[in-house]
């Protein structure tokens, strides 16, 4: 009886609690008036395919107590089209500025029209009356539409791109400007919303003041953008240990051009006699950024090995200019291969513990400048390697696969790791720790010495009883 009734009790207790924390939650976060954004600057970079966006929000709480969270808004489209999304909190001086990064989580509920909401965690809450600046970036990919959607050879990319001129908030805005840059001087045309003024290649949209929450005010640009959309639908890389010297990296690309699809026929006369006219939106030529130190490179596809391609080491990098066949075009599609070995000494380390080793490699896709819609990346360990474990800066999905190379007896162990819709700004170390018994690099010598005496034994063998028939022959 007495059980039940805590039981009960508890239950109460508890139901009590999340109605007070339902409550509490929808009244501060969307809702919450007792913030304000004093002064907000968002910079939206348009120069490539890849639209980088800078967010500066000075934030300043006006009601009594203390404010741990700050929340930024997005459309669902954009939500779709968000590769990246960072918030930092600025400090220091003019000439020492330092950069503390901020958690940031989705959160919800959805506000208004299904507006996408982001949590930002501040490092201490923020009390009564005081105020702190915020930097967020975001990218978003596939956010620029081609239009026309088909261009002949010789004509130039116009695109669209939508977005609002007020920033979307779920806060009352006091004072808000947003520039916009184009790849070029040749707008078509946008919207205008008072006050909006264009100079050279940056549209300013404001300043707006005391926009209340929520605001939106749709605006369109038309522009020119010639810079190859360089996509990437799948990029498989392979990433081989062998503790017997180098890290072998095989990349499997699918690219495509996603731009304003061909209109007409290729005219490759044209293309080569008028370059600076003929084929301004496309592209014939990858740079892929390497590892220091790289060796036997190698750049094929399914015919055989491209014979196009460039390899320039420095000690930093290495950098790898490739053609393939064909320039591409908008809508056209190429498949090819790059191959490389790196020494195991720059990637390979011990942890501090001294129990694990780990790869320490770089994440993403090593071309410029591209968006690539999957990304898979499968590190072969060892032979004999446990307890494989992950680390990155950003989330992934992960599994386990086993494969079989030449000599493998138990098989070696494989980390696969996907990710969708990855920017150059991935290209970040990530690391993959295991446990490894130096015993095993025994194994595969072993076999060798072991096959090379079986063969041994079994030519002595072959040749004793040939020597017997032999002289049974001639006996
Ligand atoms: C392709 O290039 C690699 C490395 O340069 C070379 O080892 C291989 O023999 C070449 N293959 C063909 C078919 O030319
Ligand atoms: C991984 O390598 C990068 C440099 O490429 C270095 O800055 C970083 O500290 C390394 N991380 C670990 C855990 O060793």
Redesign the pocket.
């Given at each position: 009886m007495a059980m039940a009734m805590e039981l009960k009790f508890g239950n109460v207790l508890s139901i009590s609690a999340i109605i007070f924390l339902c409550f509490l939650g929808s009244f501060c976060s969307a809702n919450d008036q007792n913030l304000r954004i004093t002064n907000a600057e968002r910079r939206i970079d348009l120069s490539s395919h890849i639209i980088k966006v800078f967010l500066t929000l000075k934030v300043e709480n006006k009601g009594m107590s203390p404010i741990s969270e700050v929340i930024v808004a997005f459309t669902p489209v954009e939500v779709d089209h968000l590769a990246l999304l960072k918030a930092v909190l600025p400090g220091g001086k003019k000439k020492k500025k330092t950069y503390t990064s901020l958690d940031i989580n989705p959160k919800l509920p959805d506000g208004p029209n299904g507006t996408k909401y982001f949590s930002i965690t501040l490092l201490k809450p923020l009390k009564s009356g005081e105020v702190v600046t915020l930097e967020v970036l975001y990218i978003l990919t596939r956010s620029i539409e081609p239009f026309p959607t088909e261009i002949s050879q010789s004509e130039s990319q116009l695109v669209y791109y939508r977005d609002s001129a007020i920033i979307l908030s779920p806060y009352h805005i006091e004072q808000q400007t947003t520039f916009i840059r184009t790849p070029s001087t040749k707008v078509e045309s946008y919207t205008n919303v008072e006050p909006t003024n264009r100079a050279g290649v940056e549209l300013k949209y404001g300043p707006y003041v005391d926009q209340p929450a929520h605001t939106f005010s749709p605006i369109i640009v038309h522009f020119e953008n010639n810079n190859p959309f360089v996509v990437v639908d799948e990029l498989v890389r392979e990433i081989e240990i062998s503790h017997w010297g180098s890290i072998q990296v095989t990349e499997h690309y699918k690219l495509a051009h996603a731009g304003a699809r061909l209109k007409g026929s290729f005219s490759r006369v044209d293309y080569q006699s008028r370059p600076s006219v003929s084929g301004v939106a496309s592209f014939k030529q990858l740079l892929a950024r390497l590892p220091p130190r790289v060796y036997?490179?190698?750049y094929?596809d399914d015919i055989?090995?491209i014979s196009s391609s460039h390899l320039r080491l420095d000690s930093k990098k290495s950098d790898l200019e490739i053609e393939p066949r064909y320039p591409l075009f908008g809508g056209w599609k190429a498949s090819f291969i790059i191959g490389y070995r790196v020494p195991l000494e720059d990637f390979l380390y011990e942890s501090t513990d001294g129990k694990q080793r780990y790869l320490n490699f770089s994440f993403g896709c090593p071309m410029a400048e591209t968006v690539v819609n999957k990304l898979t990346i499968k590190v072969a360990l060892p032979e004999g390697s446990k307890n494989p474990s992950v680390s990155a800066p950003f989330t992934l999905e992960q599994h386990l696969e086993t494969t079989y190379s030449y000599l493998d007896v138990f098989g070696r162990t494989v980390v696969v790791l996907n990710k969708m819709n990855v920017v150059p700004e991935h290209n970040s170390p990530f690391q993959v720790y295991y446990d490894f018994k130096p015993a095993f690099m025994l194994v595969e010598p072993l076999i060798l010495v072991s096959v090379f005496f079986l063969f041994f034994l079994a030519c002595v063998a072959y040749l004793h009883v040939d020597i017997s028939i032999m002289k049974y022959k001639t006996s």
């Open positions: 036997s490179v190698y094929r055989g090995n």
